[in-house]
Structures are given as structure tokens and as C-alpha cells.
């Protein structure tokens, strides 16, 4: 019975570690909210080619492709329309 814990152990560890990046939006306090076409077209102006949009963990889940063909997500705020970014997010190099 020990053995089998101990092996289900570090899957337990890995998809919580999944889940902590994974980030997640709360409700609008004020009521107010950014809709789905305004973070559609946020996107957009930010340059991004939008392939699908939808509602995720309370968020705005925008996927599509950079200039460059690569492909991308960014996740919306709905109550404040800011890009939410997991917390061990860290700028990539240059």
C-alpha cells in the first residue's frame, strides 16, 4: 500500500504544479464587465491574428497567431480588460 503512494505522489505534485500556472480571473467586484468582442479586438490591435475566443477559469481565453505564424493565448481580466499572465511568468529574454 506504501508503494502505491509513493507512486502516486509526484503525479499528484506535477498537476497541481500545472494548475498554479494556470491563471485564473475573479468576478467583476463593480459589475462591470470588458466583453469577449472587446478583448477580441484588443487583441487584434495588439497585432495578434484571433482564432478562437472563449471564456475560461472566469477569464477571457483569446488563441490565434503572432505576425510571425506562431501560435499564441493571452487571457483577459474581464472586469479590468488587462492581460492576466501566470504567476511564475517571466519575460523571455532578448
Known amino acids: 500500500m506504501r508503494s502505491i503512494a509513493l507512486m502516486i505522489l509526484p503525479v499528484v505534485l ?55 505564424g506562431a501560435e499564441i493565448e493571452i487571457t483577459f481580466d474581464p472586469g479590468s480588460g488587462e492581460v492576466v499572465k501566470p504567476r511564475d511568468w517571466h519575460a523571455p529574454a532578448r
Open 14 to 68: 506535477v498537476s497541481q504544479g500545472a494548475l498554479a500556472d494556470s491563471p485564473s480571473c475573479a468576478a467583476a467586484a463593480s459589475g462591470k464587465m470588458t466583453t469577449l468582442e472587446a478583448a477580441t479586438q484588443q487583441a487584434e490591435t495588439l497585432g495578434y491574428a484571433v482564432n478562437k475566443a472563449k471564456r475560461s477559469k472566469g477569464c477571457w481565453k483569446i488563441e490565434g497567431f503572432d505576425r510571425n
